[in-house]
Protein backbone atom coordinates (compact mmCIF):
# COMPACT_ATOMS: atom_id res chain seq x y z
CA UNK A 1 0.00 0.00 0.00
CA UNK A 2 1.68 3.23 -0.96
CA UNK A 3 0.20 5.10 1.38
CA UNK A 4 1.14 3.08 4.25
CA UNK A 5 4.45 3.04 2.89
CA UNK A 6 4.82 7.23 2.04
CA UNK A 7 3.64 7.52 5.80
CA UNK A 8 5.90 4.80 7.20
CA UNK A 9 9.07 6.64 4.76
CA UNK A 10 7.68 10.35 6.90
CA UNK A 11 7.66 9.38 10.28
CA UNK A 12 11.00 6.96 9.60
CA UNK A 13 13.06 10.22 7.89
CA UNK A 14 11.53 12.70 10.54
CA UNK A 15 10.00 14.51 7.62
CA UNK A 16 7.87 17.36 8.12
CA UNK A 17 5.32 15.91 5.58
CA UNK A 18 4.32 12.92 3.44
CA UNK A 19 6.42 13.40 0.06
CA UNK A 20 4.40 13.99 -2.67
CA UNK A 21 7.50 13.49 -4.92
CA UNK A 22 10.98 11.54 -4.28
CA UNK A 23 13.50 11.57 -6.70
CA UNK A 24 15.94 8.78 -7.08
CA UNK A 25 19.28 8.54 -8.67
CA UNK A 26 21.66 5.45 -10.20
CA UNK A 27 24.87 5.89 -12.22
CA UNK A 28 25.54 3.18 -14.90
CA UNK A 29 29.35 2.53 -16.29
CA UNK A 30 31.83 0.60 -18.05
CA UNK A 31 34.87 1.40 -16.29
CA UNK A 32 34.19 5.16 -16.64
CA UNK A 33 33.42 4.59 -20.41
CA UNK A 34 29.93 5.88 -21.56
CA UNK A 35 28.50 6.78 -18.14
CA UNK A 36 25.19 7.62 -17.71
CA UNK A 37 22.72 9.06 -15.29
CA UNK A 38 19.11 8.55 -14.35
CA UNK A 39 16.49 10.85 -12.17
CA UNK A 40 13.22 8.29 -11.53
CA UNK A 41 10.31 10.09 -10.02
CA UNK A 42 7.19 8.50 -7.40
CA UNK A 43 4.78 11.04 -7.48
CA UNK A 44 2.62 9.96 -4.95
CA UNK A 45 3.86 6.54 -4.54
CA UNK A 46 3.43 6.22 -8.21
CA UNK A 47 5.72 5.85 -10.66
CA UNK A 48 5.93 8.78 -13.14
CA UNK A 49 7.76 7.95 -16.56
CA UNK A 50 6.72 11.55 -17.86
CA UNK A 51 9.44 12.99 -15.57
CA UNK A 52 12.13 10.72 -16.13
CA UNK A 53 15.50 12.04 -17.11
CA UNK A 54 18.25 10.75 -18.19
CA UNK A 55 22.19 12.13 -18.00
CA UNK A 56 25.65 11.60 -20.29
CA UNK A 57 27.65 11.83 -17.83
CA UNK A 58 30.66 14.28 -18.82
CA UNK A 59 33.35 13.82 -16.56
CA UNK A 60 35.90 11.60 -17.46
CA UNK A 61 38.96 9.47 -16.50
CA UNK A 62 38.76 6.60 -13.63
CA UNK A 63 35.05 5.65 -12.98
CA UNK A 64 33.98 8.40 -10.07
CA UNK A 65 30.91 7.86 -8.85
CA UNK A 66 30.57 10.38 -6.42
CA UNK A 67 32.02 12.49 -8.71
CA UNK A 68 29.54 11.69 -11.30
CA UNK A 69 26.60 11.98 -9.15
CA UNK A 70 27.46 15.60 -7.91
CA UNK A 71 27.44 16.56 -11.46
CA UNK A 72 23.97 15.09 -12.63
CA UNK A 73 22.96 16.45 -9.35
CA UNK A 74 24.60 20.16 -10.73
CA UNK A 75 22.78 19.30 -14.06
CA UNK A 76 19.25 18.79 -12.59
CA UNK A 77 19.13 21.43 -10.23
CA UNK A 78 20.13 24.08 -13.06
CA UNK A 79 16.70 23.56 -14.40
CA UNK A 80 13.97 25.51 -12.52
CA UNK A 81 11.42 24.65 -14.79
CA UNK A 82 11.60 21.23 -12.92
CA UNK A 83 9.66 20.69 -9.99
CA UNK A 84 11.47 20.05 -6.83
CA UNK A 85 11.39 16.66 -4.93
CA UNK A 86 9.93 16.24 -1.14
CA UNK A 87 13.09 13.91 -1.17
CA UNK A 88 16.13 12.46 -2.84
CA UNK A 89 16.99 8.77 -2.87
CA UNK A 90 20.50 7.71 -4.32
CA UNK A 91 21.84 4.00 -5.73
CA UNK A 92 24.55 3.88 -2.70
CA UNK A 93 26.07 4.96 0.28
CA UNK A 94 27.83 7.90 2.45
CA UNK A 95 29.65 8.80 -0.43
CA UNK A 96 27.09 9.26 -2.98
CA UNK A 97 24.65 10.84 -0.46
CA UNK A 98 27.62 13.44 0.64
CA UNK A 99 28.09 14.14 -2.86
CA UNK A 100 24.78 14.84 -3.52
CA UNK A 101 23.63 16.91 -0.33
CA UNK A 102 26.95 19.14 -1.71
CA UNK A 103 25.04 20.24 -4.47
CA UNK A 104 21.95 20.58 -3.12
CA UNK A 105 23.80 22.71 -0.23
CA UNK A 106 25.12 24.93 -3.23
CA UNK A 107 22.17 25.73 -4.40
CA UNK A 108 20.83 26.89 -0.82
CA UNK A 109 18.17 24.43 -0.90
CA UNK A 110 16.75 21.94 2.25
CA UNK A 111 16.15 18.78 0.48
CA UNK A 112 16.35 15.53 2.36
CA UNK A 113 19.22 13.11 0.98
CA UNK A 114 19.56 9.77 1.33
CA UNK A 115 21.34 6.55 -0.33
CA UNK A 116 20.30 2.81 -0.65
CA UNK A 117 22.80 0.58 -0.82
CA UNK A 118 22.35 -2.56 -2.76
CA UNK A 119 24.34 -4.96 -0.44
CA UNK A 120 22.62 -4.24 3.64
CA UNK A 121 19.93 -2.95 1.79
CA UNK A 122 20.85 -0.03 4.60
CA UNK A 123 19.63 3.72 4.64
CA UNK A 124 22.34 6.31 4.98
CA UNK A 125 21.43 9.56 6.12
CA UNK A 126 22.58 12.86 5.25
CA UNK A 127 24.13 13.21 8.56
CA UNK A 128 25.86 9.81 8.06
CA UNK A 129 23.61 8.08 10.24
CA UNK A 130 22.34 4.68 9.15
CA UNK A 131 18.86 3.19 8.83
CA UNK A 132 18.27 -0.49 9.18
CA UNK A 133 14.28 -0.69 8.03
CA UNK A 134 12.43 -4.28 8.94
CA UNK A 135 12.90 -6.49 5.44
CA UNK A 136 8.96 -6.37 5.09
CA UNK A 137 8.67 -2.81 5.88
CA UNK A 138 6.05 -0.88 3.47
CA UNK A 139 8.47 2.03 2.97
CA UNK A 140 11.71 0.03 2.22
CA UNK A 141 9.84 -1.33 -0.26
CA UNK A 142 9.07 1.33 -1.79
CA UNK A 143 12.11 3.03 -1.72
CA UNK A 144 13.95 -0.17 -3.39
CA UNK A 145 11.37 0.10 -5.89
CA UNK A 146 12.39 3.46 -7.13
CA UNK A 147 16.16 2.49 -6.96
CA UNK A 148 15.49 -0.33 -9.06
CA UNK A 149 13.92 1.43 -11.48
CA UNK A 150 16.44 4.23 -11.70
CA UNK A 151 18.90 1.31 -12.16
CA UNK A 152 16.93 0.04 -15.07
CA UNK A 153 16.58 3.00 -16.70
CA UNK A 154 20.17 4.28 -16.47
CA UNK A 155 21.67 0.63 -17.91
CA UNK A 156 18.94 0.98 -20.47
CA UNK A 157 20.50 4.43 -21.17
CA UNK A 158 24.21 3.05 -21.01
CA UNK A 159 23.61 0.28 -23.15
CA UNK A 160 22.35 2.23 -25.57
CA UNK A 161 24.69 4.74 -25.71
CA UNK A 162 27.38 1.79 -25.79
CA UNK A 163 25.67 -0.04 -28.33
CA UNK A 164 25.35 3.33 -30.47
CA UNK A 165 29.63 3.58 -30.18
CA UNK A 166 30.10 0.04 -30.93
CA UNK A 167 28.18 0.17 -34.41
CA UNK A 168 29.75 3.82 -34.84
CA UNK A 169 33.14 2.36 -34.70
CA UNK A 170 32.18 -0.61 -36.50
CA UNK A 171 30.66 1.80 -39.49
CA UNK A 172 33.63 3.93 -39.16
CA UNK A 173 35.60 1.02 -40.12
CA UNK A 174 34.14 0.74 -43.11
CA UNK A 175 34.63 3.95 -44.94
Known amino acids: DKETALKELKNVLNLSEIPSRIECYDISNIQGKESTGS ?19 K ?9 MHKEMMRRRLSHPEW ?17 VKFQITNAKLQ ?8 RMEWLYG ?13 ALKLLQKIRDEAHRFAIT ?9 ILGSVSD ?3
Open 59 to 67: ITGRPNDVG
Open 83 to 99: PLPDLILVDGGKGQVNG
Open 111 to 118: IPVYGLAK
Open 173 to 175: SRI
Open 126 to 138: PDGEVIKLPGRSP
Open 157 to 165: YHRKLHRDV
Open 39 to 57: MVVLTNGEIDKSQYRKFKI
